[in-house]
């Protein structure tokens, strides 16, 4: 069925520090109109500038995901992004009052808890997917990093870590479907290894750092222990008694998930991938991936998203029918001069593919228009509405003995011309479920996978024959 965009009900507000700056900030997510997108708002800057989640706008990829437009800057976007994307929010405006997002507990967890507890609200326009269309591969040698996206119908992920370790190994990660980030890889925290750890202390990276917000991971087991007691000492954490324990992390904080921190490298695509400005329907594998290769990725989307815009809607006409005009025939009163469905392509639970060839025999074009043939709107909505009445008594037992009523059109528009030699292929969708006959769909007429025409359609399927 037609998904609709959503926005937040209501504002929520947070407060904590920057991971990085060590900064006090409060931030507020609030609702945002249709076709917005995510946006971020420094409010503390003279004329409150508004930055925009797009990944052409990414400056940096060190320790985070920073943006910057017109020279204002918001730093480590991943976890809020990711939050707002796991939760299937579309438009919301975050407004903050320093340059970095706060850290919170290290991950998505309080910003997916606070989106929760608003709830949502659904918009009028509808949800629009980028839907990959071929393989896509990227792979930096260098940097060890590889990506490869598939068409999926779903959005899924699979991630891959190598530590090159002894002590930690490889960890995986899957999420075979964005309904499942909220459950488990929002609550995922950051991670840092202890041999980076006091380089980032000793040159300020890491003000807001805490062992409370981020896993400590521990790469060699001869630490001794002076080693630990000062590297507690410089974070702040003297009175701690710090260990590494078997699975090489330290003992401050305790692990959710033995993958927790591959389920986080999870987390940050998710994040960065938002970035895109779509949300996606593809299965995205990822090995060894970092804020680089994620944002590099991302342009990678990018490029095939207008790819695949310039080429227009893509329908397979070759393979063979589910209906020819015969089948449709028997489903069907119409005959000729008026039955404008010469096959059907593909039938959903949802959803139908249909075909109609427009060609000079057409007797409307005696005419409609001598010396310049045009395939009238009106017909171009009763051939969608034949679609959609195959798709209708397609869900019926014996559909011989129903009639599909036509009740209601909406928002029709006609967007180029329809002549002698074009196919028409009309894909309709169900904005909402089957009941009482009424059947309500949204339709699309496609030429050369170009937008021709659309309209919203609601019929009703009688059983009016014994």
């Known amino acids: 069925m037609v998904e609709k965009q959503c926005t937040l009900k209501n504002s929520i507000s947070f407060s904590g520090v ?31 500038p508004v930055i925009k989640a797009d990944v052409d706008l990414v400056i940096s990829t060190e320790r985070g995901t920073t943006l910057e437009f017109n020279g204002a800057r918001v730093y480590t976007t991943e976890h809020i992004l990711a939050a707002l994307y796991g939760c299937q929010i579309d438009n919301a405006l975050i407004k903050i009052d320093a340059e970095e997002i706060p850290i919170m507990d290290g991950s998505s967890k309080p910003f997916v808890d606070g989106i929760l507890k608003v709830g949502f609200v659904d918009q009028d326009s509808e949800r629009e997917y980028f839907e ?36 930690l190994g490889t960890q995986h990660a899957s999420m075979y479907n964005i309904g499942e980030f909220k459950t488990e890889i929002a609550h995922c925290r950051t991670f840092v290894f202890l041999r980076e750890l006091e380089f980032l202390a000793t040159n300020n990276l890491i003000k807001g750092g805490d062992l409370d917000n981020a896993i400590v991971l521990v790469d060699r087991t001869d630490i001794p222990k002076e ?97 020819d005009i015969n089948a449709i025939e028997k489903m069907l009163p119409h005959r000729f001069p008026f039955l404008m469905v010469d096959k059907i392509m593909e039938i959903t639970e949802n959803s139908i593919i249909g075909v109609k060839n427009v060609t000079m025999n057409e007797p409307i074009f005696t005419g409609h228009f001598p010396g310049n043939p045009i395939f ?91």
């Open 227 to 323: 080693e630990l007691n000062r590297l507690a000492k410089l974070l702040g954490k003297e009175d701690l008694k710090v260990e590494v324990n078997t699975l090489g992390v330290l003992n401050t904080i305790k692990l959710q998930h033995e993958n927790e921190p591959a389920r986080h490298k999870l987390l940050d695509i998710v994040g960065d991938l938002a970035l895109l400005g779509k949300p996606i329907k593809a299965h995205i594998l990822a090995a060894r991936p970092g804020h680089f290769g994620n944002i590099e990725f991302t342009k990678i989307l990018k490029a095939q998203l207008k790819k695949q815009e310039n080429m227009g809607r893509v329908f397979d006409l070759s393979k063979p029918p589910l209906y």
């Open 132 to 167: 990959l269309s071929e393989n896509l591969p990227w792979e930096d040698i260098e940097k060890g990093i590889e990506f490869l996206a598939i068409p999926d119908i779903n959005y899924r992920l699979t991630v891959m870590v190598d530590y090159k370790s002894p002590v």
């Open 376 to 466: 009238p709107g009106v017909l171009q909505i009763e051939a969608m509405a034949q679609v959609g009445g195959v798709f209708a008594l397609s869900k019926v037992e014996n559909p011989h003995l129903y009639s599909t009523y036509f009740l209601k059109v909406d928002n029709a528009k006609f967007k180029q011309k329809v002549v002698p030699g074009d196919t028409l292929v009309f894909e309709l969708t169900l904005t909402s479920p089957i009941r009482r006959g009424l059947v309500e769909m949204k339709g699309t007429a496609y030429v050369n996978g170009k937008v021709a025409t659309e309209a919203d359609m609601l019929a009703q399927v009688i059983k009016d024959k014994e």
């Open 18 to 48: 920057g991971l990085h700056t060590g900064e006090k900030v409060s931030l507020e997510i609030c609702p945002a109109p249709e076709n917005h997108g995510y946006k971020f708002q420094r409010i503390d800057l003279p004329e409150q």
